[in-house]
């Protein structure tokens, strides 16, 4: 990596400081930080409410949209049966004509027919989705770090590899049905 090594050993240092490694003599260095496994819970009516917002304020172009049988995982997080379909789409959102996000979406096929393409085209999920009688109750979010793959690399304008925020969210109804999945939706890093 062109460091030297008193700029390595400084470095392990620090995470050994910070308790995120273990040095031992003769035998290594080993990572020893255990995340928390625990879901943070929080109200999403303002979470919601700023992805609104943030979708009035940017604009989205629609990239891909058809209606897909759910694969397993997609059908599990959604409550599905087996290969139901789904309405599959993907949208680039950009801010000031730079792409910032690379958003795939599946929304069950009988709520997603409620609306066009040309809709989805123009107007946020979100909007559509209340538009279309669900009444969002709550939603679970893992967020990690990817790198880009070549596809999504070329849709944000980074190189591939390029590290990116990751977000993965299930949207639920009063009824707890999965309205919305939001699967590894991909955002420049700051």
Request: hydrophobic share 45%; no cysteine; aromatic share 4%.
């Amino acid at each position: 990596h062109r460091v030297s090594r008193v700029t390595v050993r400084r470095a392990l240092a620090e995470l050994a400081r910070e308790q995120l490694i273990e040095r031992r003599r003769s035998s290594g260095t080993r990572v020893i930080y255990q995340p928390s496994s625990a879901p943070i819970t929080a109200n999403i009516g303002g979470a919601l409410a700023n992805i609104a917002e943030m979708g009035e304020r940017t604009t989205s172009r629609l990239v891909a949209f058809a209606y897909v049988p759910a694969a397993k995982p997609i059908a599990e997080a959604l409550g599905l049966a087996p290969e139901e379909e789904t309405q599959r789409s993907v949208r680039i959102r950009s801010v000031d004509g730079m792409p910032f996000s690379y958003l795939t979406a599946h929304v069950p096929a009988r709520i997603g027919k409620t609306f066009t393409k040309q809709e989805l085209a123009a107007r946020p999920l979100l909007a559509l989705l209340e538009r279309s009688g669900v009444a969002i109750e709550r939603a679970w979010q893992r967020i990690g770090a990817v790198l880009a793959t070549p596809d999504t690399a070329r849709a944000l304008k980074v190189a591939a590899g390029s590290p990116l925020t990751e977000l993965v969210r299930v949207v639920y109804d009063r009824e707890g049905r999965g309205v919305h999945l939001g699967g590894g939706d991909q955002l420049l890093l700051a």
